[in-house]
């Protein structure tokens, strides 16, 4: 099993940029998929952004453009740059990561085996 710990979330203005970083504590070529997701107050949780092994990237429609995903297999990190960041991008994200093949359900949280904890983004208008 992976551990994942993410940081870099706090409050920023619409506009405004964040790098989210997320440290595995195993070796992630392991795990050919990790993904972002976000749950916001009372809202399902979503499937921001995943990367595959090859380096081939997905997103959301609703952040393609603003967020970029990227992973560092050496250095077992995945990150999320996130700009133009809106009030609407306002949730607890969560860094998480599959051992099987997704494809286009990449965006399902149930694909996922292994979860972080979260890190809080606030984007004030």
């Known amino acids: 099993q992976v551990q994942l710990v993410e940081s870099g979330g706090g409050s920023v203005q619409a506009g405004g940029s964040l790098r989210l970083s997320c440290a595995a504590s195993?070796?992630?070529?392991?795990?050919?998929?990790m993904g972002w997701f976000r749950q916001a107050p009372g809202k399902e949780r979503e499937g921001v952004a995943a990367?595959?092994?090859?380096?081939?990237?997905f997103y959301a429609d609703s952040v393609k453009g603003r967020f970029t995903i990227s992973r560092d297999n050496a250095q077992n990190m995945v990150y999320l740059q996130m700009n133009s960041l809106k009030p609407e991008d306002t949730a607890m994200y969560y860094c998480a990561s599959s051992t099987r093949w997704l494809g286009s359900s990449w965006s399902r949280p149930y694909g996922y085996g292994d979860w972080g904890p979260g890190t809080q983004v606030t984007v004030s208008s």
């Open positions: 195993g070796n992630i070529n392991s795990r050919p998929w």
């Open positions: 990367v595959y092994t090859g380096g081939s990237s």
